[in-house]
């Protein structure tokens, strides 16, 4: 067999391509402007974390599958769609960077404190909170959290005065059952709970 050995390279479709690098944009996009969170290890990812984390995988993938074979790019699709799905990037690029500084600026000014609240519940079960405070007004949000560490929203929230932070103060209570938890606030006689206070932890 002579020294030149033909090679072969795998070429990825430029519909295929562009649809796996906007597809994983969306997800980043959709995360920056969400209330989820996401438990690593006992380590708490706030949604805007979690956004930039994805922007920055969905990035490298378009990068990665763009040099796969290079004719696997938006730019060989027909006029049209390429226009659009460079357009389309470009705006989502930007809506998951706003997001998720608008999020990162957010638990800078309010100080957020996030904490995995012990013990677990039924199936591993966790709640876990998000205590902020700004001026003279303390609030809270408590989310459940099952075994794959996402939590797609909150399932309660709570408005204290003075900026008081019942779980950090240890004012609180979560008892379990076997179908779930329950979370109660307590404030004090100077900083009460003006708004919520319990929450239902579900872990579906």
């Not at 519909?15 to 690593?40: E, P």
């Not at 591993?124 to 700004?134: D, I, P, Q």
Request: glycine content about 14%; overall charge positive; aromatic content about 4%.
């Amino acid at each position: 067999m002579g020294a030149g050995r033909a090679q072969h390279r795998t070429r990825l479709s430029p519909a295929v391509s562009t649809a796996a690098g906007i597809g994983s944009l969306v997800l980043a996009a959709a995360a920056s402007w969400s209330s989820l969170l996401l438990v690593v290890q006992g380590r708490v990812i706030p949604g805007w974390g979690v956004s930039a984390a994805l922007l920055v995988v969905s990035l490298v993938l378009r990068r990665a599958l763009t040099r796969v074979g290079r004719p696997a790019d938006a730019s060989t699709l027909p006029g049209k769609r390429a226009t659009w799905a460079r357009l389309g990037s470009i705006l989502l690029i930007v809506t998951a960077v706003l997001g998720s500084a608008r999020g990162a600026v957010d638990d800078l000014v309010s100080d957020a404190e996030y904490r995995v609240l012990s013990p677990a519940g039924p199936g591993g079960c966790r709640a876990v909170v998000r205590e902020t405070s700004f001026l003279v007004i303390g609030n809270g949000e408590v989310y459940a959290v099952g075994r794959t560490g996402l939590a797609l929203g909150e399932s309660g929230s709570w408005t204290v005065d003075d900026g008081y932070r019942p779980v950090a103060a240890g004012t609180y209570e979560l008892a379990w059952e076997r179908d779930g938890g329950h979370l109660r606030i307590s404030g004090t006689g100077t900083d009460p709970v003006v708004r919520g206070g319990s929450a239902d932890i579900d872990c579906g």
